[in-house]
C-alpha cells in the first residue's frame, strides 16, 4: 500500500506532466471518497481539490465537478461560512461555462445571506449590468440602500460609488450629478465623493459650478485655523481640480 500522502504525490505529478484526463480522473475519485466519508478537514480538502480540477478540467468538466461537491459544503456547520464559499464557487463556474443567468441566481443567493457585505452588493449589481439587466442592477443598489441595518460611514461611501460607477459606464451624466450632489450633503470625508461630484458636472457641461465649487472650497481654506476633515478633503479635491486633474478626465490647462 502507498505511504500517507503518496497518491496526491502522483496526482500532482500526472497534473504536471500534462496527463490532465488521468489527473482529472484521480481527483474525482477523492471527491467521490470525501463526499461519502466525512472529516474534519473535508473543507479544506475540499477547497484544494477544487483549485486542482479547476486546473485540469474544461468548464462543463470542473461546474460537474464544484455539483458534485455540494454535500460536503451543506454539511458544514455555519460559523466556517461554507455554504457562501460554496455557492461563490458554484456561480464562477456557471458564468465560465456560459450559463450568466443560473449563475447570477448563486450570486443572489449569496450576496442575500451577507446584506452587511457591502462590496460584494456593488459586485452583484456590476454583474447585473454586464449581463444587460441595469434596471435590475440599480433596483438591487436601492434594496441594500433602503434596508434596515446599520451601515458605517465607509459603507455608505461604497455605496455610493457603486452607483456612480454604475451611471458612469452608462454615460448618465444628469443622474450622476443628482447621486454625487446627495453624497457630498452627507459631509464625508472621503475625497472620493468629491471628486466624483466635479468630475459629474463637468461630464454634464456645468463648468462654471465645477469651477465655483471648487473656488469655494479653495477660499474655505484659506481662513485661519486648522482645517477640519471634511474641508480638508474639499481642499484637496478643489486643488487637484485647479491643477487640471478631474476624477475620470484628463484636461490640459493653459496658464
Known amino acids: 500500500a502507498d505511504k500517507p500522502g503518496v ?3 502522483r496526482t500532482l505529478v500526472y497534473s504536471t506532466i500534462r496527463r490532465h484526463e488521468e489527473a482529472r480522473q484521480r ?12 472529516n474534519a478537514d473535508e473543507r479544506y480538502l ?15 468538466e470542473f461546474l460537474q465537478a464544484v455539483e458534485s461537491m455540494r454535500p460536503i459544503f451543506a454539511r458544514q456547520t455555519d460559523h466556517t461560512e461554507a455554504i457562501p464559499f460554496y455557492q461563490e464557487t458554484l456561480a464562477q463556474a456557471l458564468e465560465n461555462a456560459g450559463q450568466i443567468e443560473k449563475s447570477l441566481v448563486q450570486r443572489r443567493l449569496n450576496r442575500e445571506a451577507r446584506p452587511w457585505d457591502t462590496y460584494s452588493q456593488i459586485d452583484y449589481a456590476r454583474r447585473l449590468l454586464n449581463a444587460g439587466r441595469a434596471e435590475d442592477a440599480y433596483a438591487w443598489l436601492d434594496k441594500q440602500r433602503d434596508l434596515s441595518i446599520k451601515r458605517t460611514v465607509y459603507d455608505q461611501d461604497v455605496l455610493f460609488g457603486g452607483y456612480a460607477e454604475l451611471y458612469r459606464s452608462q454615460f448618465r451624466w444628469s443622474d450622476l450629478v443628482t447621486l454625487t450632489t446627495q453624497w457630498i450633503e452627507l459631509s464625508t470625508t472621503n475625497q472620493t465623493a468629491y471628486q466624483n461630484h466635479l468630475s459629474a458636472l463637468v461630464h454634464n457641461d456645468q463648468y462654471d459650478a465645477a469651477n465655483k ?9 484659506l481662513k485661519p485655523g486648522k482645517l477640519s476633515p471634511i474641508d480638508d478633503a474639499r481642499f ?14 484628463s484636461v490640459q490647462r493653459m496658464d
Open 46 to 60: 475540499a477547497q484544494f481539490l477544487r483549485d486542482q480540477l479547476q486546473s485540469c478540467s474544461g468548464a462543463n
Open 236 to 249: 484637496a479635491t478643489a486643488a487637484n481640480f485647479a491643477s487640471g486633474n478631474i476624477y475620470y478626465l
Open 213 to 221: 465649487l471648487a473656488d469655494e472650497w479653495l477660499q474655505r481654506a
Open 7 to 9: 497518491r496526491w504525490v
Open 27 to 38: 481527483l474525482l475519485d477523492e471527491v467521490k471518497t470525501l463526499v461519502a466519508k466525512p
